[in-house]
């Protein structure tokens, strides 16, 4: 709600959009609170269970696929990759937060339903919280990405350390903008869910986190290789593993060409426009919310 | 005396059917458009108001006349199809008493959701706190989750952060209900002390001897249109023949 002096008159219901979300920290703080709060309710062992769970995932995936299916490089296998499990791992974490994040925006509006259609007050407060709560459950998994990437004799510079910022930047822009569009797009046809959920499941294979962008270089031209590259979830995921999983190789590994120079760039410029387009979609469509809910 | 809500000359039709896939969408593309998926209706017509600061209104009709989505347009939740809706200050829309409150969250956790979703800040919050608690007869309960409350304690929390949330204008919808008649009672002294205060109120009740205390005029809308605007009394006995 906006703090108008009593003095004008004013059009109610006509938002600012993002912009809005700075006069409402408290209650975009007391939203992420409550989704905590919820989630871990009456389970003292809540938070404990957000790191067993990852690292329990992450011993399985160095167990089954670096050893068992033979991904890890060894002496029998030097065309695979050192440290597989880091190089998952780090890949993979990321993917999680896309995913988290995405799926709880787009559905965030209906979700939150009966409150947009009887109050007003910035209905992208909803999507943001959404993406907010996906960074709190990220961080677990972080630690244990962290813990991994020591035992493998992790020694980043600050240049690794920024590219993992600005990796999990890209990729939280990127979610906040279509989660602001699919959860508008929900209201309209409920259905869409199903989108994202085939969007989510793409996301995961068109990015290097299987496999290494080399075997994807080898398939492809260079023009359809640059298509792949665009996506800013693959330049995410690319520099979380320059910055976790690089630093514990010997340092033989090629990186994407062009990765900070072009790539880095060209991430956070799809995520600022797919930002922008979702908040333009979101605020021509916020004016019918609250009937069509 | 200024206006505090103008409302001009506003339309709103709503569709009758939904579509709510794309499924059906795509579907009914397919066959060519047959059958009118968005058949409408007017819920207002031409519909304008003005209400001066400290006044108080009552908006009268029967179930389906238009009230409550003349009210969301005042908030700002619906927007008109046509025709403007202007209001000066914070309006605080008594909608719907507890939309917002999270059962698996303290009654202390809901005071300040609540409070941040009707728009007060953390201080005013954190100064009013212990006001809210005290009106609302919660005492040591507040710290108990609210799916443990009674259906009235639930009420008395959410309509004491409503009011205390102090807006220039409030909507008030059937909330008046409220509680048992002790506290029923405490709630239409606290609204007749806000309209003394000077505060705008517009509210919607089907008690129309209640509303009859409280506000000095009445509208009478009928299929979203409004029939009468005059004194309370005149909107009563018209509604009542
Ligand atoms: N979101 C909506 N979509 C379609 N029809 C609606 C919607 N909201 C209200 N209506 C219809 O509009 C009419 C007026 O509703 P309402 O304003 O709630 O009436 P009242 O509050 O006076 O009982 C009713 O016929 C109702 O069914
Ligand atoms: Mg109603």
Redo the contacts with the bound molecule.
Sequence with gaps: MSATTPGELTTPGLGGGLRDLRQSGFLLKLLVRKELKVRYRGSVLGLLWSYVKPGVQFIVFYVALGVFLGLERSPRNPEGLSNYAVYLFSGIVLINFFSEALGNAARSIVNNGNLIKKIYLPRELFPVASVWVSGVHFFPQLVVLVAGCLIAGWHPDVFQLLAAVAGFVIVGLLATGLGLLFGAANVYFRDSENLVDMLLMVATWASPVMYAWTMVQEKLGAAAFAVYQANPVTIGVELFHYAFWFPTTDGSAAVPPNLFSLWTPVGLGVALLVLVLGQLTFRRLEGRFAQEL | MVNAIEVSDISKQFVLRHTRSIKEAVVWLAKGRKGDLSEKFHALKNVSVEVKTGETVALLGLNGSG??TLLKHISGVMLPDSGTVRTRGRVAGLIEVGAGFHPDLSGRDNVFLNGAILGMTEQQVNDRFDDIVEFSEIGQFIDTEVKFYSSGMYLRLAFSVAVHTDPEVFLI??ILAVGDEPFQRKCISKIQELAQNGKTLVV?SHDLDLVSRICARGILLEHGVVKFDGSIHDAVALLRS
């Design positions: 009230k409550s919808d059937e919607v």
